[in-house]
């Protein structure tokens, strides 16, 4: 792996977090909004807006990059929007760095013909 592709997967990796837990507060602003007078849902919106927009532009980015098949760039697309997926995209995707650094340096000991 390269270090723009990692670069691409670290991107990834440090926005999904916030992306999941901007969405589980904005539906929790949801719904205090229609049981309280309490109304942040203008805030959390924007916020969660933003950093969807990001998800999505390191998405498209780490999938050109790391040249993922189809399902897997699907899978990564589908946890984005699913309320508690940035964080099991976040497992997924320290995972997948963690592997390719480990198949990187057995082709450098020449452990592997990968």
């Known amino acids: 792996m390269d270090i723009k592709t990692a670069g691409a997967l670290r991107r990834l990796r440090l926005v999904s977090t916030p992306e999941a837990v901007s969405f589980l507060l904005l539906l929790v602003c949801s719904v205090l909004k229609r049981t309280t ?66 198949a990187s340096r057995a082709r450098k000991e020449g452990v592997v013909n990968a």
Request: no cysteine.
């Open 37 to 102: 007078d309490f109304n942040a849902v203008p805030v959390m919106g924007a916020v969660h807006g933003m950093l969807f927009v990001l998800y999505l532009v390191f998405w498209a980015d780490a999938w050109n990059r790391a040249k993922w098949p189809l399902g897997t760039a699907a899978l990564y697309l589908v946890l984005s929007v699913l309320p508690t997926g940035g964080f099991f995209a976040d497992r997924r995707l320290k995972r997948e760095a963690e592997d390719a650094v480990i």
